[in-house]
């Protein structure tokens, strides 16, 4: 048996074990849906989603036969309600930053100001 051989022998007869980042980055991603129109919080957890998400990529790649399968699943779809939540996050701002562009900084504080400005936009 050669040396490659027995190590690849050895790998298969070790438990398979978890992820250490999946649940974190599914449990992020979920999280930053949810906050997705608030002001950016959205923005914030599925960025730190994606960086765990990465790294735990790259540690399944160099080895997958060391980590099980449903953990690979649940980083994937963490992974993937992260992008969701990131995209739905920046249109967010951008329409929050159209907001005040079309009003104006200083009609936010004055509700009556602020109707007369969107009733003036959409006659």
Do not use: H
């Amino acid at each position: 048996m050669t040396e490659n051989n027995y190590a690849e022998q050895q790998q298969l007869n070790q438990p398979q074990i978890a992820l250490p980042n999946a649940t974190a980055v599914l449990v992020l991603g979920i999280i930053s849906i949810l906050l997705c129109c608030c002001y950016g919080g959205g923005l914030v957890t599925s960025i730190i989603a994606l960086v765990l998400a990465s790294k735990d990529t790259n540690r399944y790649v160099a080895n997958p036969a060391m980590y099980t399968q449903g953990s690979y699943s649940n980083l994937k779809a963490g992974k993937i309600c992260a992008i969701i939540a990131l995209v739905l996050s920046l249109m967010t701002i951008a329409f929050y930053a159209w907001f005040i562009m079309a009003i104006g900084i200083e009609n936010l504080g004055d509700p009556e100001a602020t109707r007369e400005a969107l009733e003036g936009m959409f006659k």
